[in-house]
């Protein structure tokens, strides 16, 4: 007798599988991997690699030998977390701390919770939190091994919302540094931080591909400049205008590739919207009031908790219900 085996949500209808998509999602961000490694050179490779290898392997071990269950092993998933796990690490990370990070971000927060699809949260930017609060210091530390491009030592900076968080816009002034430069590199920051149009590039190509679906990333960048253009309008030598929010940090990075991952996103369109702007509003507040310079991790965890409510309240029509 044949077994009928029903798996856990996002389900999809569509002569697409699990391994295509996660496939997508890599080609998609390769222009921004490519960008992070010309920038930071061999150091950013190794992070890259080492995390890939490290998910993809805990992710094997833990299914073959402690659930013995080899359908909860999926390569590609399990790659797709440690490429954004690496992307939103600095390249001077020490290597066992990546390891750390993908043993947390999928020994814990994915497999713990029965593997695929039924994770609460983005193991990608769970373990970057995990890591920031355990190694701070590591987790904080901007200054790059020379690049590709780069023909000095060794390059010393701090991300543009490092530089806001500890002397606001005076501080942004006096670097002089012009903001249009963040859209294709920016100073310090991890590979996820580096080139917005990399980003936005590889953004394009989910959307052809109809991987995603815009809502979630628009109602993020909404919400994000609506509120940071009415507080710069009230007072512009205090808060950051719009261009700098939208264009700085990990905005682009979680707003596109992260908040819209299917397990831990909305399944309607007004859940994806309400989502969102709770992700864009968590972001501002901690930017501009909060201890860290930036929040976009912490705003898709915080709202990645409310999923299953933005499920129960805004759900999908039933099947064979007008």
Request: charged letters at 10%; aromatic letters at 12%; proline letters at 5%.
């Amino acid at each position: 007798m044949e077994k009928m085996l029903v798996s856990p949500s996002p389900h999809i209808h569509a002569k697409r599988s699990t391994t295509s998509i996660m496939v997508d999602v890599i080609i998609a961000l390769m222009p921004a991997v490519i960008v992070s490694i010309l920038f930071y050179g061999w150091s950013e490779l190794m992070i890259l690699a080492v995390s890939v290898v490290s998910c993809v392997l805990i992710e094997w071990l833990i299914a073959k030998f402690l659930f013995k269950r080899a359908e909860l092993f999926t390569p590609s998933a399990a790659a797709v977390t440690g490429l954004l796990l690496a992307m939103n690490l600095p390249s001077t990370t020490p290597w066992w701390i990546a390891v750390i990070g993908a043993l947390f971000a999928i020994g814990v927060v994915k497999m713990s919770f029965g593997g695929l699809g039924q994770n609460l949260f983005n193991p990608a930017i769970a373990g970057r939190v995990f890591l920031l609060i355990s190694f701070p210091q590591q987790m904080t530390d901007w200054t790059a091994a020379p690049g590709f491009i780069h023909t000095t030592d060794a390059i010393s900076g701090a991300t543009l919302l490092g530089v806001y968080g500890e002397g606001g816009m005076e501080a942004l002034q006096a670097l002089g540094y012009p903001l249009d430069t963040s859209l294709f590199f920016d100073i310090g920051g991890s590979a996820g931080e580096i080139s917005s149009i990399a980003l936005l590039v590889g953004f394009a190509y989910l959307l052809i591909r109809k991987v995603v679906k815009p809502w979630i990333p628009l109602s993020i960048f909404g919400t994000v400049a609506l509120i940071s253009g009415i507080f710069y309008l009230a007072d512009p030598m205090t808060f950051t205008g719009p261009a700098f929010n939208l264009l700085t940090g990990g905005m682009i990075l979680g707003s596109c590739f992260m908040a819209t991952d299917y397990v831990t996103s909305p399944m309607s369109t007004w859940g994806g919207v309400i989502f969102g702007v709770g992700i864009g509003l968590i972001v501002m507040m901690i930017r501009y009031f909060g201890s860290y310079p930036e929040g976009m991790s912490f705003a898709i965890l915080i709202m990645n908790c409310f999923v299953p409510l933005l499920n129960m309240a805004f759900h999908q029509k039933k099947y064979g219900r007008a």
